[in-house]
């Protein structure tokens, strides 16, 4: 029996399609965001300002609403290192540690072939054709510990080699097996920023 509009319903299950939103989780936010009425007016307006306004930044594929995201615009960043990240988050995640300044590369996902998801999916020409036009001394894969993000690191790895001038190196091990770099704590991932492998 339905008890719920089907309007209602369509917005719960939009909730539940997004990573790390269940079921329950999804109801709440939709009931919570539906008794507070002004919430919901803001939410909608800011959801659809981003929406119309944010693109990838021409160099990184971060998100941005310029042409260059406020990162790779920035001069006081060490424009000689990238830390290659798969998600958008991770960039975050890496900013809020305040250990690392030099610029990005989002691959915007990772290899996955149970999933479909190739190296031609990926911004993984996009990051050779930067590599050969700058002059960059190392390359930080901060990459999932996780078996989709082990098999990038190691087809990158391979990749990588025929530019013998620049250091490939990966975060550190503290960060488990199967873990989010988004997830991963800040003082972790200072660590394993600090105490990165060259590879």
Excluded: W
């Excluded at 594929?61 to 995201?69: G, I, S, W």
């Excluded at 975050?92 to 998801?117: C, M």
């Amino acid at each position: 029996m339905k008890h719920l509009p089907d309007y209602i319903q369509r917005i719960i299950d939009d909730f539940d399609k997004l990573p790390g939103i269940g079921p329950k989780t999804a109801s709440r936010l939709v009931f919570s965001l539906l008794n507070r009425k002004d919430d919901v007016q803001r939410f909608s307006e800011n959801l659809a300002e981003a929406y119309q306004k944010v693109n990838y930044c021409e160099q990184c594929y971060n998100l941005t609403d310029k042409k260059f995201c406020s990162i790779c615009s920035d001069p006081q960043r060490d424009q000689t290192v990238v830390c290659v990240v798969g998600h958008n988050q991770d960039v975050d995640s890496i900013e809020k540690t305040n250990q690392y300044n030099g610029l990005y590369h989002l691959l915007n996902g990772l290899l996955s072939p149970l999933e479909g998801v190739t190296p031609d999916d990926l911004k993984i020409n996009e990051l050779l054709k930067r590599i050969e036009k700058k002059e960059l001394k190392e390359i930080i894969l901060a990459l999932d510990q996780s078996l989709e993000g082990e098999a990038t690191a190691i087809y990158l790895t391979k990749i990588l080699k025929k530019y013998p001038s620049v250091i490939v190196s990966q975060l550190a091990r503290g960060i488990p097996m199967g873990a989010n770099i988004e997830y991963t704590d800040e003082v972790t991932l200072s660590s394993a920023l600090k105490n990165r492998n060259k590879l």
